[in-house]
């Protein structure tokens, strides 16, 4: 059995971003070398997350929009969190509903996706330097 880890390095230039991983991922699986196993993805960072959902703008458009409704940035004293020095308490709760990894099936050295999915990171807290993991373990 192989084991493989690499980190991914975002800064984002807006505080809510998604950017679509799925290249990276792959990647990373033909540098492991791993045929056949699974690719663990996760956000190193609990303001951001590691999801898998159509690479479509409309949708990742309206993910924005659901969650700045869900959880609004504005006004900042709404949480108690806030009252810590941080401004980012919305950030950990749209982490919070968005999740924090994924695992994606290797089979004969690509990742195994269903009809149009695709990895993203999401950062809700962003325009500074955040990490994700990638890890892989198989044969």
Known sequence: MKTFRKELVFNTSHRVEFIN???EAQNAVNESGVKNG??????????????????????????????????PHEPISRYQHNRTGEDNGDAHLKRQIM?????????????????WEQIFYGEFDGM??????????GE
């Not at 190193?44 to 993910?63: C, K, R, W």
């Not at 500074?128 to 373990?137: E, N, S, V």
Request: glycine share 6%.
């Open 21 to 23: 991983i799925t290249s």
């Open 38 to 71: 699974f690719i663990l993805i996760n956000a190193m960072h609990i303001t951001a997350s590691v999801f898998i959902n159509d690479n479509e703008s409309g949708l990742l458009n309206d993910y924005k929009k659901w969650l700045e409704e869900l959880a």
């Open 99 to 115: 999740g924090r990894e994924v695992v994606v099936a290797i089979t004969d050295g690509l990742l195994d996706f269903g009809p």
């Open 128 to 137: 500074r330097r955040k990490r994700a993991l990638i890890k892989i373990i």
